[in-house]
């Protein structure tokens, strides 16, 4: 039986963890990383689960706003993303098919970053 590393996303054998690296879900090979890195990962995977959610709630939308003020650029500007579709759709059901009608250029951007899974089509 492995064990699921949250930053690599692999399963892993359990000799792959420390003791520590267990409880936290992440490898010996990724808790390597610098810790800028793993923080980066691990608000990524935060933001992208709002979007998987069936609602984007206001304690989500707090959280964006707290996270578009982060020192990381790039997540900053995930979350500005995020809390856009946040304003116009919280609601998952026919989010794209409102996007694709009413805003593009957001869409445009949610592709741009990935944001998309592609059985969300
Ligand atoms: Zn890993």
């Known amino acids: 039986m492995g064990h699921l590393c949250r930053i690599c996303g692999r399963v892993r054998a359990n000799e792959k963890f420390s003791g520590k690296g267990h409880k936290n879900h992440i490898c010996k090979d990724c808790s390597k990383k610098p810790a800028y890195e ?9 933001i992208f689960g709002f979007l998987r959610q069936s609602n984007i709630s206001k304690k989500n939308i707090t959280r964006l706003n707290t996270l578009i ?29 409102f996007l694709r009608k009413e805003n593009r250029e957001l869409l445009a951007k949610l592709k741009s970053k990935n944001l998309i899974e592609t059985d969300y089509w």
């Open 69 to 97: 003020k982060s020192d990381d650029s790039e997540i900053s500007e995930l979350a500005s993303i995020v809390l856009e579709v946040a304003i116009v759709k919280p609601h998952k059901r026919k989010r794209l098919n």
């Open 38 to 46: 793993i923080k980066r990962i691990d608000r990524e995977e935060e």
